[in-house]
């Protein structure tokens, strides 16, 4: 799977629709339908929305426009953003990350439901949260949104099912189970040799450092030592005192 770019063009600090406040949890991920359909209205043109004055008036504001290229962030995550209709100190708005979905007729709305599913998991993996933790606008205010997954026959189902089949193929957000790693990466994570960063990623192009390398070789040790075959190998030796030259070594420093 190739994955949507994530694009950071927040609502600039000080605006009305900018609220500072710090979002509880996460516990909850809203998913919204734009309601825009008009030619170009992708995920950039929303974020120009967002910073300009109509939805500073309103205010509204949300985390995360998806289109069928790309995801572009508004808010961080830890800030209470206005979108799910329920007040000031209502749940939806209080406690939740809010999505929206585009519209655009000149854009592939079938792509975008995949990135949102796609981004969905990943939050859902980054937070720790379950998938009964995703809802629709519709929980918060009784909207009719997200109204074109509401619309269409099992259309909710269907958005959820490609969340979990994002959770589930995915060892890491960003190793695809047909990674060509795949493998050795979920050995490694199963058996807590190496996890992933604070956001959840594994980064598997990223080299490690010494001082990393040195956990992992420690890690590895213990996990050897807890095999049953190990620890009876280790005893017959035990009983066998070999000279060991101590040239078939290289200095660990060089």
């Not at 008009?38 to 289109?67: C, I, N, Q």
């Not at 981004?119 to 009784?142: E, M, P, T, Y």
């Not at 969340?163 to 058996?191: C, S, T, Y």
Request: net charge positive; aromatic share 8%.
């Amino acid at each position: 799977m190739v994955f949507p770019q994530i694009i950071e063009d927040f609502i600039p600090s000080g605006r009305p629709n900018r609220s500072s406040l710090k979002l509880s949890g996460p516990k909850w991920i809203t998913v919204h339908d734009t309601a825009n359909t008009r030619a170009g209205a992708d995920a950039l043109a929303h974020a120009r929305y967002l910073k300009g004055d109509e939805a500073a008036k309103l205010p509204v504001s949300w985390h995360f426009t998806v289109d069928d290229k790309q995801i572009v962030q508004h808010l961080p995550l830890n800030e209470v953003g206005w979108h799910a209709g329920d007040g000031l100190n209502g749940p939806g708005n209080r406690s939740s990350i809010g999505i929206e979905i585009c519209e655009n007729q000149d854009g592939n709305r079938q792509k975008a439901e995949a990135n949102a599913a796609w981004l969905v998991a990943d939050l859902l993996q980054k937070f720790g949260l379950d998938i009964n933790q995703v809802v629709q606008h519709n929980r918060w205010s009784g909207k009719n949104c997200p109204r074109v997954l509401r619309g269409r026959l099992n259309g909710w189902d269907q958005f959820l099912t490609a969340v979990k089949q994002n959770l589930g193929e995915n060892i890491f957000p960003d190793v695809p189970a047909n990674h060509w790693a795949a493998e050795g990466i979920r050995f490694v994570k199963d058996n807590r040799l190496m996890a992933g960063k604070s956001d959840g990623k594994f980064y598997p192009d990223e080299p490690l450092t010494r001082a990393q390398t040195a956990v992992v070789l420690r890690r590895f040790y213990l996990f050897l030592l807890k095999k049953p075959y190990t620890n009876k190998s280790l005893k017959k030796k035990d009983k066998k005192k070999r000279r060991i030259d101590p040239n078939a070594y290289h200095n660990l420093s060089e």
